[in-house]
């Protein structure tokens, strides 16, 4: 038991290991070091030491494309993948990703595999995990910086229609608000005027973020400037009222949830129910719900009903999801 404890432990510790990689960026002292280097071969006397370490990052950029690629391999669609890992706004890769999805799979799996259960259901409850937890977690990301985008964007709107009555034009705005406003909005915003410095038009790089973020808010904000440019008029005071408009969106969508709260409430109970009485049966007499994790037959009565219940569950969360 000792052992199987010990082997238990190793198995956590490597997989908070591979999450704190997998999902944590690159260290502030690394990327000033990295900066440093790039600055001291630009002002370096003889061009000798420059390409060495450019060949060195080179040789450092080529291992990190093979995990890439490697990860590439194993997700169906790599690049819907790394454009949600952009959408967190973390320096999340997919090699990363894949990492964490893999080191909870293998710990899940070993631990029901300790408990007793037969290989067959802790893999299929490993990879359940594996490839569910990360999602969600990625998901969850997804939606609180959208969230934290959307609740300034408004304001960041009106910031730009100052900036135009004032006499500025469009893309001296577009760097204010990059500076002005905090959270995502300035990072998006920071984005764009980057892009335009080196050269990009402002519509190509409004539509880059456009579809990174992957809002209907900035999306309209990209169409507005758009139709603004071939129609002509008021800029300010089309931004304006855009900025009306989202406010407006941003207080139905808050009176669609209020309303729909008793609906999300009955589909958590109803979603929560079976597991509850499973526990609590469990906890009364574990030999008489013992076989769910013994006899075969069994396993897969349960992974069915699982299955019909995940369905339910999706259906009922559509019902309630209006859009606006």
């Known amino acids: 038991m000792s052992l199987s404890l010990l082997l238990l432990g190793f198995g ?6 591979l999450l704190v990689v997998g999902l944590s960026g690159p260290s502030a002292a690394k990327s000033t070091k990295r900066r440093l280097e790039l600055i001291r071969e630009r002002h370096a006397e003889g061009t000798l ?23 590439s391999t194993l997700v169906p669609k790599p690049a819907v993948m790394r454009q949600r890992l952009d959408r967190t706004g973390k320096p999340i890769t997919l090699g990363r990703y894949m990492m964490a999805c893999i080191g909870v799979f293998v710990v899940v799996a070993f631990f029901m595999m300790l408990q007793g259960l037969p290989w067959t259901l802790a893999i299929l409850l490993g990879l ?43 893309t001296e705005t577009l760097g204010i608000v990059s500076g002005e406003v905090p959270g995502p909005v300035g990072f998006e915003f920071r984005q764009v005027s980057d892009k335009m410095k080196i050269g990009r038009t402002m519509e190509a ?27 002509g008029g008021n800029l300010a005071e089309t931004l304006g009222n855009l900025a009306d408009v989202l406010r407006k969106r941003a207080q139905m969508k808050l009176k669609i949830k209020a309303m729909s709260s008793e609906g999300k409430a009955s589909a958590m109970i109803v979603g929560a129910l079976p597991f509850i009485v499973f526990t609590l049966v469990y906890l009364l007499n574990p030999a008489y719900m013992g076989g769910f994790f013994s006899e075969e037959r069994l396993i897969f009565a349960g992974l069915g009903a699982l299955v019909w219940m995940s369905i339910g569950v999706a259906i009922m969360a559509k019902m309630i999801n209006f859009e606006i």
């Open 49 to 71: 030491a420059a390409s060495a370490n450019a060949q060195i990052r080179k040789l450092f950029a080529n291992r990190n494309s093979r995990v890439e690629s490697w990860a």
């Open 12 to 17: 956590m510790l490597g997989t908070l290991v």
């Open 128 to 170: 359940f995990l594996g490839l569910g937890l990360p999602h969600l977690v990625i998901s969850r990301l997804i939606n609180k910086r959208i969230a934290a985008f959307n609740a300034n964007f408004p304001d960041a709107i009106e910031l730009m229609v100052r900036g135009l009555r004032s006499g500025l034009p469009i």
């Open 205 to 231: 790089s409004l539509q880059d973020t456009a579809d990174r973020l992957g809002t209907p808010e900035f999306q309209f904000f990209v169409i507005t400037l758009a139709i603004q440019r071939e129609t």
